[in-house]
Structure formats: C-alpha cells, structure tokens
C-alpha cells in the first residue's frame, strides 16, 4: 500500500475511535452528563471519500508491473525522438537515419500500444474513478498519433528539407512529453511509483 493510502486509513480509523468513545460517554464510561460532540464535521466523510476513492483506483502488483514497462517504453519513445531530432539537424542523412526512424517507430507502437492495452485492462471501479485521467491520457495519445502522421508525411516526400523533419520530429517529442506526463499522473493516482528514468 502507499504512504497516501496508509495515511488516510489511520486517519479513517483514528475518526471511527474517536465517534465511539464519544458514543459512550468518552473515558467515563457513559456516566451522566451531556454526550460530547465528536467535532469531525464533513472531515469523516471527505476522508472516507478519499480512502474508498484510493482504494478504487489502487494498482494491482501485475497492473504496477505492467505500468513500469509501459512507462520504460514511453521513455525510449521520447529518446528515439530526441534522437531523430538529432539526426534531422545534420546535412547529410545516411543510413543511421533510416534506421533511426524505423527504431522510433517501433517505440511509438509499443508505447502507444502499451497504453492502450493497460486501460483496457483496468477494472470498472479503476475506469470509473480514474475518468478524466484517462481522458487526458487518450487526448495525448491522440496528438502523439497526430504528430507520428505528420512525421510519417514528412518522410515520405522525396525532397523533404531536414529543417522540416526536425520540426516535425520536435513536435513529436513534445507530443509524448505530454503523452508521457499524462501517464505518470495516471500511475500515481493508482498508487504506483514512478520508474527510475
């Protein structure tokens, strides 16, 4: 369990402790006198709210290593970018960079790919509580389609300048920095640690 989560369910208890004493008269053991007020308001339900929200969303083990997986894929994704980026910026293309945008498409599927593998995966409490996270994830996901099609165009004129591949490439790169902040919010709220980049 995460730190959140353990917080919050000390928290969880510490309030249901409290109402019982106050339930039964505090430490008198119920003898005369006026019931106390517990004080805890809308806290208890905001904080029961929030505990059965995080248990909800909460990652399985097999879900947490999926993620790290997906996240690594995300990673190599945005440095086979870089790299192409890289690349476009030289004069002359040789055959480094042919291999160069093959190596990036294959990390733009698996990441993509990976992705939408693992919210298909995720459990209806998960797809409920997690909806405008995912929203936001797939939103990305889309610009990063958007901008590999551009790449894709880019790439494929005979004549293509190499100030317009590296745009383009750019522009892919930013895509999945979005698209890859979007997931690291999207593990963090199922309670799962970010990978070591």
Not at 4 to 9: E, F, I, R
Not at 16 to 40: I, K, M, N, V
Not at 98 to 121: H, I, M, P, W
Not at 154 to 182: C, H, N, V, Y
């Amino acid at each position: 369990m995460n730190r959140v989560a353990v917080v919050m369910l000390g928290t969880v208890l510490l309030f249901c402790f409290h109402d019982l004493l106050a339930q039964h008269g505090g430490h008198g053991g119920g003898r005369g006198g006026a019931p106390r007020s517990t004080g805890t308001g809308g806290t208890t339900d905001s904080s029961l709210q929030d505990f059965n929200h995080a248990l909800a969303v909460q990652a399985t083990p097999d879900q947490a290593s999926q993620f790290q997986t997906l996240a690594k894929s995300t990673a190599a994704a945005r440095k086979q970018a870089q790299d192409l980026l890289q690349l476009a910026a030289k004069a002359d293309r040789t055959a480094d960079f042919s291999r160069q945008t093959s190596a990036l498409k294959d990390a733009l599927e698996d990441a993509q790919g990976g992705s939408k593998y693992f919210v298909k995966g995720l459990s209806k409490s998960q797809k409920s509580g997690l909806k405008e996270l995912t929203k936001k994830l797939e939103k990305a996901d889309s610009e990063v389609a958007r901008q590999r099609k551009a790449l894709d165009q880019q790439l494929g004129r005979a004549k293509s300048e190499s100030a317009a591949i590296a745009s383009t490439a750019d522009k892919l790169e930013k895509a999945l920095a979005g698209f890859q902040t979007q997931q690291l919010s999207l593990g963090k709220e199922m309670g799962i640690e970010a990978p070591a980049m």
